[in-house]
T-cell receptor, first 109, second 115 residues
């Protein structure tokens, strides 16, 4: 079976750093995705990790530990437009993504 | 620009009506998916398809069927809509198994309200 756990909501201040955690259990593993979804819009790709470690892409970084079944998304220099839901999605051995419930991030001035 | 296009952004239907949600992708992807998204429940997989005329049930197929007559088109059908099918429906596509990372490309979504 597959189980994904991430916080439901987080609040942070503009300009700050926020870390969104995700733990998962999957039958087989073929990488982990993070998607961003603004209210009323489709999810858009943010990052993909298949090996352990940190992947940095501008203000966003994503970390993976396969042995711990753990990932996090790090957002730096938060902007108001970063207010969105962030979806953790491990990819199982069959190349099927399973989505967590998402973390709704609210950025306040 | 790669694209997944869903035919309707907003639909309002009555209980018992037959509903068709259409999805077309222009990336020549083998895999196509239909999800529904509800507050607090995240994205749940309804049906998916790995090839033309092929379909597989996802986690919540009850009350739905699908059709994939052409590679680029994947349709979701609600034979007799019910109020508990009021939701946001998202179509997605990805490259075939083993080719690429499995990244999903999503359509804009179709918000269905069943009265």
């Amino acid at each position: 079976g597959q189980n994904i756990d991430q916080p439901t909501e987080m609040t942070a201040t503009e300009g700050a750093i926020v870390q969104i955690n995700c733990t998962y259990q999957t039958s087989g593993f073929n990488g982990l995705f993070w998607y961003q979804q603004h209210a009323g819009e489709a999810p858009t790709f943010l990052s993909y990790n298949v090996l352990d470690g940190l992947e940095e892409k501008g203000r966003f970084s994503s970390f993976l530990s396969r042995s711990k079944g753990y990932s996090y998304l790090l957002l730096k220099e938060l902007q108001m437009k970063d207010s969105a839901s962030y979806l953790c999605a491990p990819n199982n051995a069959g190349n099927m993504l399973t989505f967590g419930g998402g973390t709704r991030l609210m950025v306040k001035p | 620009d790669v694209k997944v296009t869903q035919s309707s952004r907003y639909l309002v239907k009555r209980t018992g009506e037959k509903v068709f949600l259409e999805c077309v992708q222009d990336m020549d992807h083998e895999n196509m998916f239909w999800y529904r998204q509800d507050p607090g429940l995240g994205l749940r997989l309804i049906y998916f398809s790995y090839d033309v005329k092929m379909k597989e049930k996802g986690d919540i197929p009850e009350g739905y069927s699908v059709s994939r007559e052409k590679k680029e088109r994947f349709s979701l059908i609600l034979e007799s809509a019910s109020t508990n099918q009021t939701s946001m429906y998202l179509c997605a596509s990805s490259d075939r198994q083993g080719a690429g990372t499995g990244e999903l490309f999503f359509g804009e979504g179709s918000r269905l309200t069943v009265l």
